[in-house]
């Protein structure tokens, strides 16, 4: 259930600077991963704020603006796909969170992060932190900032459409839909698809052609 649980516990443990990470965006064909980290004031309610998954695009709109008003600081931050392509996917999650961590203007001395994956090969979080497995259904700082990180990300893809109108990312934000393979089949890809996350449908392409 969401609540302050998890901030109250690391009160307690003597943190002062407490803030809540996630990422958006770790399985689309397309695209960076996108992490944000918020700092929110101690107690503070915000209606409707729930894991950005359990909640409609306009309510997220909402929130977006709400959280970096009453937000004692937050950040975000992205990882692209070319880069995503040499480190892997893990180790562009976890670089994209640190990066976000440090982009708050006020410090942090605990982080909250969503899920149970602190480093990977190439990058590790450095901040003193812990993780929450469905953080982002049980911690109002992890909700937000996944808030902040789904709603940049989806902002990003909305725009990317423009550029590369074929793929329509405006509608699956870079997820493999049945719409998208059809435009990967008809165009190929593009340089905001992920050459590694296409090795599979490459290899099936190569075996039909």
């Known amino acids: 259930m969401l609540g302050w649980e998890l901030e109250e516990a690391a009160y307690a443990a003597g943190y002062a600077a407490v803030c809540g990470v996630d990422e958006a965006g770790a399985g689309p064909l397309a695209g960076p991963v996108y992490a944000a980290a918020v700092i929110l004031p101690r107690g503070l309610a915000l209606p409707y704020l729930n894991d950005s998954k359990q909640v409609t695009p306009k ?15 937050w950040s975000v931050a992205s990882v692209g796909p070319a880069e995503i392509d040499e480190i892997d996917i893990l180790n562009a999650r976890i670089k994209a969170m640190q990066m976000a961590v440090d982009g708050l203007g006020t410090a942090a001395d605990y982080a909250l992060v969503d899920g149970n994956r602190d480093h990977g090969s190439r990058c590790a979080l450095l901040t003193a932190h812990e993780t929450a497995v469905k953080g982002d259904s049980r911690s ?12 940049s990300r989806d ?13 329509g990312f405006e509608r699956h934000k870079g997820y493999g839909t049945k719409d998208h393979y059809a435009a990967l089949e008809a165009h190929g890809a593009c ?4 050459r590694s996350f296409l090795k599979k449908w490459e290899v099936r ?5």
């Not at 392409?205 to 052609?209: H, I, L, N």
């Open 59 to 73: 309510r997220r709109e909402a929130l977006f603006g709400q959280i970096q008003e009453q937000a004692l600081a």
């Open 140 to 151: 109002v700082s992890i909700a937000a900032a996944s808030i902040l990180a789904k709603v």
């Open 155 to 167: 902002r990003y893809m909305t725009e990317a459409a423009a550029q590369y109108p074929q793929y």
């Open 191 to 194: 340089p905001l698809h992920r």
């Open 205 to 209: 392409r190569g075996e039909q052609g």
